[in-house]
């Protein structure tokens, strides 16, 4: 793939000069082991696409002020040369917010440890982080542009964001930058097509673009009444949707969703599904919703889309495949049913010893209790605890908040959980004296809507029995150690919070089905590598596990269960268990 151009017409895209429709579909990298990167981008191409698309998450790549990673799964320009291997033109959306049911929607919690910090505006804390990171980014993407011989064709400014403010001149400083900085092809927004919303998000200069599942004529006969000029394109064509953990699993139905792909392509639209492949939340990177009532996404993010989480062909793929191929070419492509997940051995379980023990706390005095972001946390878990001396009456704790999950004892006693999806933000403590311990879970930063950059952790004043109750110490709870940690000597087990390890012995290294029937609630590694979260409240019963991460011989799988488990082994099942549909 030589130099090209690519530019906006006034109907159409236009590839050194001729209309050209995008086909795309939506891979996000750093939901995908880069070792099965190839092999998602190429299923793309056996269903017609020409061109794949991605966010990019600003949190995964800076962790931490003045850092960017681009290692592992992180490596963003070899995805994008991947993209490139295959035939196939890219579609890059650095937001820099982004959404996409991840961790802050993007954002790095950092950012907002001050809290004057502005969200989404020209506040100059906000901007000077944003120039660091597009410049960064950039300097990755710029080189890869189609008018210098790379694949990507559109950037997207922003995302979604007249259905969050209508600050054009924020939007204007963005779009600066992303030319300050060498960008040449063409800039994109995108929102849904309702007219408050995308005379919100858009500005002179940037196409706008529309987000949608269904209706999709009348969708695009609203974008094309706002935008005269210009090619018409659906940049998230929603064919599935995300699932929060304690509800039902969502599916749509692949004849009807390839209807309104019909009907988009008919109408002479550019599409790019959302997604053609979710992949997993891996280790902690889920994010939730909060619209009055707090919703931690799942770790799988198979979407119902057309790849499922392992990478295999749907229904949906077939269906979305024999539409492409009415308005463009698709490859030869044999359909073969998806065989069946190896199943090892059930491996048995064995104690560690406590997480308390594994990870010593390292604890820092707060006259009132700190939020995690003030412990400098994150992602994961705290650490609180607090001394009373109030006589031997019971009492009630409260605060004025949990996020998102605390488990609560009495000296070592186990007293209940307060849970913030439940309101729960106060427990009675049976007695006012004793230590007073609390385990804090991050479930996830919410993606979308005004608690975006809000604190996690314990949430103060925190009051016992109605006064203020001081004199607090706090932890982080480090947890890198913990997938190949040696079992303590006794192995005891803790009242919450204890790590097991089990051995699968593999014949060759293979995708995996782990079944998490029997696990409570907590996080699993397998050689490592953190696969995300589990949970007994569903939609999903399995967790996938990438063959990459796995080995010949034997695998090390290490398990942080939060509450109690009841299995006595790891077992495997034939394929994955995302759980039952609304229907």
């Not at 995908?32 to 991605?54: K, V």
């Not at 907590?522 to 990438?546: A, E």
């Amino acid at each position: 793939m030589g130099r090209h151009s690519f530019a906006i017409g006034e109907h159409d895209f236009l590839l050194d000069g001729e209309p050209h429709r995008v086909i795309s579909g939506a891979l996000h990298y750093f939901r995908i082991h880069p070792d099965q990167w190839r092999d998602r981008i190429r299923m793309g191409r056996m269903m017609g696409l020409n061109t794949i698309e991605t966010y990019v998450a600003w949190n995964e790549h800076s962790p931490e002020p003045g850092v960017f990673d681009t290692t592992g799964r992180l490596d963003l320009a070899r995805f994008l040369r991947e993209v490139q291997e295959e035939g196939l033109h890219a579609i890059v959306r650095p937001g820099p917010y982004i959404c996409a049911e991840f961790d802050g929607g993007g954002f790095p919690a950092w950012l907002f440890r001050d809290p004057e910090v502005g969200v989404r505006t020209l506040e100059p804390r906000y901007m000077a982080a944003v120039t660091d990171y597009l410049r960064a980014v950039m300097d990755i993407v710029a080189p890869l542009q189609i008018d210098r011989g790379g694949p990507v064709i559109l950037l997207q400014v922003e995302n979604e964001y007249g259905a969050y403010g209508s600050d054009h001149a924020y939007l204007q400083a963005l779009t600066d930058l992303f030319r300050e900085t060498g960008a040449t092809v063409p800039l994109t927004t995108v929102d849904q097509p309702e007219p408050a919303m995308l005379a919100a998000g858009n500005i002179p200069g940037l196409l706008a673009t529309g987000s949608f599942g269904s209706r999709a004529t009348e969708r695009l006969a609203e974008l094309r009444r706002q935008q005269p000029t210009g090619p018409l394109m659906c940049s998230e064509f929603w064919c599935g949707w995300f699932d929060h953990w304690g509800a039902h699993r969502h599916t749509t139905d692949a004849a009807a969703s390839a209807r309104e792909l019909d009907d988009l392509l008919a109408a002479g639209a550019s599409v790019n599904i959302y997604m053609l492949h979710g992949g997993t939340n891996f280790g902690l990177t889920n994010g939730a919703n909060d619209k009055g009532v707090y919703q931690p996404t799942v770790t799988s993010y198979d979407y119902d889309a057309p790849l499922d989480e392992a990478g295999r062909p749907t229904e949906k793929f077939w269906a979305f495949r024999e539409v492409i191929a009415t308005y463009a070419p698709v490859p030869e492509f044999e359909r073969v049913a998806p065989a069946p997940f190896a199943v090892p051995e059930p491996a048995p379980l064995r104690s560690v010893g406590g997480l308390d023990a594994l990870a010593p706390a390292a604890w820092t005095d707060a006259d009132d209790v700190p939020t995690m972001d003030e412990l400098g946390i994150s992602r994961g878990f705290a650490r609180y605890r607090v001394t009373l001396d109030e006589g031997q009456d019971a009492g009630v704790l409260a605060l004025a908040e949990v996020r998102d999950r605390a488990w609560v004892s009495l000296d070592g006693v186990p007293v209940g959980v307060l849970a913030r999806e439940d309101h729960a933000f106060a427990i009675t403590l049976p007695r006012g004296t004793g230590v007073v311990e609390v385990l804090v879970e991050d479930e996830g930063r919410v993606n979308y809507g005004p608690r975006i950059g809000e604190p996690k952790g314990l949430i103060g004043p925190a009051t016992f029995r109605g006064a203020p109750l001081r004199g607090w110490q706090a932890s982080t709870v480090p947890l890198d150690g913990l997938a190949a940690a040696s079992a303590l000597p006794s192995a005891p087990l803790a009242a919450a919070a204890n790590v097991f390890q089990a051995t699968v012995t593999l014949p060759a290294s293979a995708d995996l089905a782990l079944s998490t029937e029997g696990l409570g609630k907590g996080l699993v590694w397998v050689n490592g590598f953190c696969l995300g979260r589990y949970w007994r409240s569903g939609p999903q019963h399995t967790l996938f596990v990438p063959g990459p991460a796995t080995r010949v011989g034997e695998n090390l799988v290490t398990v942080l269960e939060l509450e109690a488990l009841t299995a006595d082994a790891l077992r495997f099942v034939p394929d994955l268990d995302l759980g039952h549909t609304d229907s």
